[in-house]
């Protein structure tokens, strides 16, 4: 056994389709992969309790995930391929060859580990949690400058006597978060039923492939993001740097406090209409956020008469599987990304000011429903105008997850999540949203951040959130 710090490194295996399951098959990237190519890498932890041994996970658990995720890749295959990318002018595409290519699976057991600290919503150093993140390779070059790198990969890390984590690293290129969720979702759900007779199983639906080219460029949308990816040396694709002293936490809206949220803003409003509860926890948030953001930075940033214009940005992204005007529509279990941002903008004089919270929901909800609204075909080949309006402005803010993709609705045997981190918003100032960990109804927040602006954060979002309490 390897020793790497706090981690016994117990073995490595490549888990693949069955030969001849899965035909080899190439994938072209379409206008929705393509951003991906230059952005980190999607990261992921999933911790479940667990009392038993090391030798008792070896025997009765890791047998289990490794024969159900071999199946489960014959459906999900491009992650157990690759993503290849020729010389210019040849575009980047994914590909499976059967008999060849299949994903790296760690297994892994922590010497000493407080579980209890990896598990807890409170502040802690972003740090304690890379140990058990499976690391990609880089890329392999081959003479003619052909670079192949993994799509995915696992590891897969017991704490004896206290529980079990599954980590996973990706690239964001073969799927967004709808389709590594429901991925997720059929290997945990095929694990559970090993052993149970075939014909009783409720598993996910099948993921479809066979449409990705139904996907066509409206106007040149692609040929951006391949010159941008291009410029910046493809190899170097991967996660980015983050900055020292960060910490992370996570914090919980009840459903009485979303409802109390919900029921103030439309009052407030002017048409009094009815806000979801997804643009009431974004807009509290956000406005928090940046108020603490704005707080702990130098305000010499800024020239005197801007201060007040400034524009602060904020990107959601809306699914348009089933959105788009195509004859024959993308179904939702569409394998891919197939994603549209919106940009959410507001002056600092009003975001900070003293209806903030007001302003945000009704600026997310107008762009929300704006783009609903639109031929999101049509609008596309402005989406990058968009995306660099944000990525210029200050305190870029962004969303990773969403409470409807159910991360916490997974369970192979030992019952759902007792936590659950997306560990790659240290990177990209994302906030992290998903349905409350407690089956409450609620929604969990996570921010990544350095430890004083933390501190402001939690001060801040404690004061605002205590009027509804009620």
């Known amino acids: 056994m390897a020793h790497l710090q706090s981690l016994n490194l117990i073995e490595t295996s490549h888990i693949s389709p069955s030969t001849g399951t899965v035909p080899s098959t190439t994938l072209p990237l379409t206008f929705f992969d393509a951003p991906w190519l230059t952005l980190p890498l999607g990261e992921s932890l999933f911790f479940f309790s667990y009392q038993n041994s090391t030798e008792r996970f070896l025997k009765d658990i890791v047998p289990n995930l490794k024969q159900s995720l071999s199946v489960t890749l014959q459906h999900f295959f491009p992650y157990a391929g ?48 890379h140990d058990f993140l499976p690391k990609l390779p880089p890329p392999h070059v081959s003479p003619e400058g052909i670079q192949t790198r993994p799509i995915m990969v696992i590891q897969v890390t017991i704490f004896p006597g206290r529980g079990i984590c599954i980590g996973n690293t990706s690239s964001h290129v073969a799927g967004d978060g709808v389709t590594f969720t429901h991925f997720m979702k059929y290997w945990m759900s095929l694990t559970k039923s090993v052993g149970r007779d075939p014909a009783t199983l409720l598993l996910p639906s099948l993921p479809t492939h066979s449409c990705r080219t139904i996907i066509k460029d409206p106007g040149e949308v692609a040929a951006g993001h391949l010159e941008r990816f291009w410029s910046q040396n493809s190899g170097k694709h991967g996660s980015h740097a983050t900055p020292e002293n960060m910490v992370r936490a996570t914090f919980t809206m009840s459903r009485n406090q979303i409802d109390n949220l919900k029921s103030w803003v439309t009052k407030q409003s002017e048409n009094h209409s009815p806000v979801s509860t997804f643009v009431v926890t974004l807009a509290f948030t956000w406005v928090n956020l940046i108020k603490t953001l704005v707080q ?54 009003d975001l900070l000011g003293e209806k903030g919270f007001l302003v945000a929901s009704d600026a997310i909800t107008w762009r929300i429903k704006d783009m609903l609204s639109s031929d999101l075909l049509k609008t596309a080949p402005s989406w990058g105008q968009g995306v660099r309006k944000w990525v210029m402005s200050r305190f870029p803010t962004s969303i990773a997850g969403a409470p409807k993709l159910g991360l916490y609705d997974m369970d192979f045997g030992l019952g759902k999540p007792c936590k659950m981190e997306l560990v790659h918003i240290e990177t990209g100032g994302s906030i992290a949203f998903s349905e409350s960990r407690d089956g409450s109804n609620g929604v969990d927040i996570g921010l990544a951040l350095e430890k004083e602006k933390m501190d402001t954060f939690v001060s801040i979002w404690q004061q605002g959130i205590k009027k509804f309490n009620k």
């Open 82 to 129: 690759k993503l290849i990318t020729p010389p210019r002018p040849d575009p980047p595409y994914l590909r499976y060859s059967d008999g060849q290519d299949s994903l790296l699976f760690t297994v892994a057991e922590s010497l000493g580990t407080d579980f209890d600290l990896l598990i807890t919503d409170s502040p802690k150093d972003i740090k304690v949690l």
């Open 296 to 349: 702990e930075s130098s305000e010499t940033e800024d020239k005197e008469e801007d201060k007040e214009e400034q524009v602060f940005n904020l990107m959601i992204n809306v699914d348009c599987r089933n959105r788009l005007k195509y004859a024959e529509p993308l179904p939702h279990t569409y394998f891919g990304n197939c994603m549209a941002p919106g940009i959410v903008s507001v002056k600092k004089r």
